[in-house]
């Protein structure tokens, strides 16, 4: 995928914050946080979303989902977060290369789904 900016990303083709690297996925802080705490778990591994993984990506999804709290706690999230996978154009859904979001802060966050 040699436009996905998340796999240009993972392939050092261009800069990130990171705070996690290993042969299967990456961490780095999101360019536009959303709370004092914000950033992005990406599989190395180009999917498009989540509603393209399958049992083939299994333990990879299992590992980023392990991954996150401790990344969380090293980031100062002592007392929870938020963890977001949009999906698709409902989930509105930007990046097509699939990504947890980690979000939190000093503060509870607010309530995510918005009525009316
Ligand atoms: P979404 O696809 O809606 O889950 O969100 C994509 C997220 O990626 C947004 O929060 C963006 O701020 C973030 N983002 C886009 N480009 C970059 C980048 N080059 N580095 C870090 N975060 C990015
Ligand atoms: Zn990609």
Redesign the pocket.
């Given at each position: 995928m040699d436009t996905c900016?998340f796999c240009k990303?993972a392939n050092r083709e261009?800069p990130?914050n990171k705070i996690y690297e290993d042969e299967s996925i990456v961490a780095?802080?999101?360019?536009?946080p959303?709370a004092p705490v914000?950033f992005?778990v990406i599989p190395k591994l180009h999917i498009d979303s989540l509603a393209d993984a399958d049992e083939r990506h299994r333990d990879l999804l299992g590992r980023m989902l392990v991954l996150a709290p401790r990344l969380a706690k090293e980031q100062g999230c002592n007392d929870g977060f938020r963890a977001?996978i949009?999906t698709g154009r409902i989930g509105?859904?930007?990046?097509f290369h699939l990504?947890l979001?980690i979000i939190g802060g000093h503060q509870r966050l607010p309530g995510m789904i918005h009525h009316g």
């Open positions: 900016i990303i261009i990130a780095f802080h999101d360019i536009n959303a914000h992005l977001i949009n509105g859904q930007e990046v990504h979001h």
